[in-house]
Nanobody, 116 residues
Framework: QVQLVESGGGLVQPGGSLRLSCAAS????????MAWYRQTPESQRELVAR????????NYADSVKGRFTISRDDAKNTVHLQMNSLKPEDTAVYYC?????????WGEGTLVTVSS
């Protein structure tokens, strides 16, 4: 059973930065594409960024391209999301999961609030 625990969210002003982390249990982490997703009360969960096994390929939603960077450390079973130049519309609960996501892998998420 894989468990994913997100951390690093918080309140930040527009233009600020945050680094999210996702810690995964289980030794099979390295065999999966990993991804970050986000959801607001008004919208469905959306894919923000994904990273291939080994980290050689990344993809981003158009809304975050050039501002967010996804990375992974397979030795530590972690995946990160560096978020720069944050905007109010980035406010959401952020989740990590494999890609494509599995329903039973969703964690609690971490709340990111971008506001002055």
């Amino acid at each position: 059973q894989v468990q994913l625990v997100e951390s690093g969210g918080g309140l930040v002003q527009p233009g600020g930065s945050l680094r999210l982390s996702c810690a995964a249990s289980g030794s099979i982490f390295r065999y999966y594409y990993m991804a970050w997703y986000r959801q607001t009360p008004e919208s469905q969960r959306e894919l923000v960024a994904r990273i291939s096994t080994g980290g050689g390929s990344t993809n981003y939603a158009d809304s975050v391209k050039g501002r967010f960077t996804i990375s992974r450390d397979d030795a530590k079973n972690t995946v990160h999301l560096q978020m720069n130049s944050l905007k109010p519309e980035d406010t959401a609960v952020y989740y990590c999961n494999i890609y494509p996501p599995r329903p039973n892998y969703w964690g609690e998420g971490t709340l990111v609030t971008v506001s002055s």
